[in-house]
């Protein structure tokens, strides 16, 4: 199976902040999609992961369309896009799962949000189907695979950034977007 891990934002608009230790959502999910491809070599050998990163275009849509474009060409089975939520408020909290709505999104949404939930123990904020136009929509919808957009954590929630603040919660983290991949297509 080849899972495409696309890493949401670029180098030059990084998305959220993590209000520890000011790290950027680009960031955090770069070293998180290093994890991943660490892990999957090591104990997921079904899985082959590659990452692919999101190039400033000037243009959110064709920004999308190249990096997504980028991985049908490499033959992705399914895309899993790394980000993380932030709001104006700490008590928002919690893990969701955005999803295309296709069976094949759901199902996959369905398997990383089960297991986000047992690796962090965040609030389940459920799996969430985005129309091309909604926020985050065009991601799940302009490439060939199966796709899923993660919001594992707020990085402005006490509670998300004490789950996701270690090594060994990220690895966890890396293992849970591993496990429900190989769940649905491996």
Not at 101 to 108: E, F, L, T, V
Not at 111 to 116: D, P, T, W
Not at 132 to 157: K, N
Request: aromatic share 8%.
């Amino acid at each position: 199976m080849k899972l495409a891990i696309v890493v949401g934002h670029n180098a030059r608009a990084q998305g959220a902040v993590r209000r520890d230790t000011g790290e950027t959502e680009f960031s955090w999910n770069s070293r998180l999609a290093e994890m991943i491809e660490k892990i999957a070599r090591k104990e997921f050998p079904q899985i082959r992961v590659q990452t692919f990163f999101r190039e400033y275009m000037n243009s959110y849509s064709r920004e999308l369309k190249d990096v997504y474009g980028r991985s049908d060409r490499w033959g992705a089975d399914a895309s899993c896009e790394l980000h993380f939520n932030s709001h104006n408020t700490t008590s928002a909290t919690g893990t969701e799962t955005l999803t295309s709505g296709s069976s094949m999104s759901r199902r996959y949404a369905v398997a990383i949000q089960a297991a986000m939930l047992t690796a962090l123990g965040l609030r389940d904020r459920g799996k969430k189907t985005v129309s091309r136009q909604g926020r985050g929509g065009m991601s799940l919808h302009v490439g060939r695979a199966p796709a899923v957009l993660v919001e594992p954590f707020f990085g402005s929630s006490p509670k998300g950034l004490a789950a996701t603040d270690e090594g060994h919660e990220m690895e966890a983290l890396a293992r849970a977007i591993l496990q429900g991949s190989a769940e649905v297509f491996a």
